[in-house]
């Protein structure tokens, strides 16, 4: 009697970077997780393989190290709030700004997880320096889609070196707010900071649309 020996075939490529895909976002998911309930000192390997329910081996085979999965983590966040703005069509760069307000005080500053993670990350990414490079390059990122994307939906075409600088400003405005409100700051006086730097911003852009 021959007996036939049936083989799996391996996985197709497609479906293993799909697998691998969301590995890697639920890693991240889980770090921002972890982050969010216990701050950065809870970000460690033991905890997050246990979160995800992944290997060490898993989880070094999707970064490099700890320090990634940080900065990994910090993109997330920033995604999860910068990544929103100008998906609203605005026509106007006005129209932008307050689209921007509405986010930062009625989804981010009630949003307490991603605030904690943007908080507890924010000074570590930015003081040390092995982080810094791939901070600037996602950071970049988020920011050329977003100016790409308000620029196809304004009624009229801002200057790309303008927009770019205009909306960086918001960004890094945005992101001082977000960690100084967990400490230092009330809504009421974040409120008042923000209408003082969002009606100077679009004045200058105004101005400088002007001269273009």
């Known amino acids: 009697m021959t007996t036939t020996t049936t083989r799996q075939s391996a996985p197709r490529p497609k479906k293993a970077a799909i697998a691998a895909r969301r ?8 770090a921002c997780d972890l982050i969010a309930e216990g701050g950065y000192d809870a970000l460690t390997a033991n905890a997050l393989t246990a979160r995800a329910g992944v290997s060490k081996g898993g989880l070094y085979h999707h970064f490099g190290g700890m320090a990634d999965v940080a900065v990994a983590a910090y993109k997330q966040a920033g995604q999860n709030l910068f990544g929103v703005l100008g998906t609203g069509s605005p026509k106007t760069f006005s129209d932008y700004l307050e689209e921007v307000e509405y986010v930062v005080f009625e989804r981010l500053l009630a949003d307490q997880k991603t605030l904690r993670v943007i908080s507890e990350l924010y000074p570590r990414l930015i003081l040390d320096a092995s982080h810094q490079e791939a901070r600037k390059e996602s950071f970049k990122a988020i920011m050329e889609k977003t100016s790409r994307v308000l620029n196809d939906s304004f009624a009229t075409k801002i200057d790309e070196e303008l927009l770019k600088n205009a909306v ?11 960690v100084q409100s967990r400490e230092i700051r009330d809504l009421e006086e974040s409120r008042q900071l923000w209408q003082f730097f969002s009606e100077a911003l679009n004045d200058k852009v105004v101005a400088r649309k002007k001269l273009n």
């Open 23 to 30: 590995t890697k976002a639920l890693i991240v998911q889980s």
């Open 168 to 178: 960086n400003s918001v960004a890094a405005f945005v992101t001082g707010l977000a």
